[in-house]
């Protein structure tokens, strides 16, 4: 049996993302986007490296949701269960000592795939966020039906050369080299409220670009969600104090 994880609340109106209840799965290996078996360089740069905000980062004025409960985590929740088993690994993807985490299986099962949908809608309905910004290219999944059931808008955020009008960028540092990320100029403005999606956080790199991003023209990130964590890559503490919020996480 495999174990999962889902994050708690410190209090009736606190989300604690350091703590975490333990739930069985119902059958091992069952989580998505790919991990390659970590080396002592891979955590060593999970450990080190951390989500350096832009100019408006350091006095956000962003909170955590006050959010009183949410139905995945109970631990008798059947979805999250539902969720875990839909999801395949499939070893020595796309190279040797590569574990890739399939999602194409969740989203095959429509009862999986519209629970995973509904327990981010549950958490973020009614919280002002105007803004759902989707990490290419899983995040484009999970996002825009978020969007369309908080009434918020979804914004894209792209590879280099992918977005046809004006952009603004940001440049990242991976384990083994950089990257861009671009967002269209004037996709949102000064004062909203962003959720950043993704479907999976491993090192953390490209959600921490996605917050610098936003935060250079003034939006407010209250929050970024995944459902898959990798916490043996620590991207959770590369981003820093920015709340992450996540369903599944595979137990180390």
Known sequence: MSTLRTLLLS???SIALSHQKEILAPS???LSAWIAAPSKNSRSAGRSLRCNRGRYGVDSKSQPLQVRGMAGQDEKDPRIER????IRVIPDFPKKGILFQDITTLLLDTRAFKDTIDLFVERYKGKDISVVAGIEAR???????????IGAKFVPMRKPNKLPGEVISEEYSL???????EMHVGA???GERALVIDDLIATGGTLCAAI??????GVDVVECACVIELPELKGRERLGDK???VLVSPSE
């Open 188 to 190: 949102v403005q000064e």
């Open 139 to 149: 995040g484009f999944i999970f996002g825009p039906p978020i969007a369309l059931a």
């Open 212 to 217: 610098r991003l936003l935060e250079r023209v």
């Open 243 to 245: 709340p992450l919020f």
């Open 175 to 181: 384990e083994y080299g950089k990257d861009v990320m």
């Open 28 to 30: 091992p290996n069952r």
């Open 11 to 13: 209090g009736p109106n």
């Open 83 to 86: 969720i875990s088993s839909s």
